[in-house]
Nanobody, 119 residues
Framework: QVQLAESGGGLVQPGGSLGLSCAGP????????MGWYRQTPGKQRELVAR???????NYADSVKGRFTISRDNVKNTVYLQMNSLKLEDTAVYYC?????????????WGQGTQVTVSS
C-alpha cells in the first residue's frame, strides 16, 4: 500500500501565502509524476499543478503566476507554494502520484488537507 503523507494547509487571509508538502515512498517517487489536486463540495476534483520526474511543470490557469510546484527527489517530497491566495482557492487539496507501470498507469492519493482562505 502506497501512502502519501501530506502536511501544511490551514487558514489564511486573502492575499496570504501557504505551503503544502507531500512525502512519498522512495520506491515510486523518483519516477512518478507528482501533482496537487483540489476539490470543493459538489464539484469534481481538479488539477492544480503537476511536475514530472524530470521537473517539467504545468498549472491550472487559475493558479498560474501564484502557485509553484517543486519536488525534492532526495527527500521524496513534492511541494506546493501558494501565494496571493484568493477566496476561491478554498478547497481540500490532495497529493497525487501517477506511476507509469508500462502496461497501465496507477494513481495514488493522499488523504487530503484543508486550505481555507477567509478574512
Amino acid at each position: 500500500q502506497v501512502q502519501l503523507a501530506e502536511s501544511g494547509g490551514g487558514l489564511v487571509q486573502p492575499g496570504g501565502s501557504l505551503g503544502l508538502s507531500c512525502a512519498g515512498p522512495r520506491s515510486i517517487f523518483s519516477t512518478a509524476t507528482m501533482g496537487w489536486y483540489r476539490q470543493t463540495p459538489g464539484k469534481q476534483r481538479e488539477l492544480v499543478a503537476r511536475i514530472t520526474s524530470g521537473g517539467s511543470t504545468n498549472y491550472a490557469d487559475s493558479v498560474k503566476g501564484r502557485f509553484t510546484i517543486s519536488r525534492d527527489n532526495v527527500k521524496n517530497t513534492v511541494y506546493l507554494q501558494m501565494n496571493s491566495l484568493k477566496l476561491e482557492d478554498t478547497a481540500v487539496y490532495y497529493c497525487n502520484a501517477e506511476v507509469d507501470l508500462v502496461a497501465t498507469i496507477v494513481n495514488y492519493w493522499g488523504q487530503g488537507t484543508q486550505v481555507t482562505v477567509s478574512s
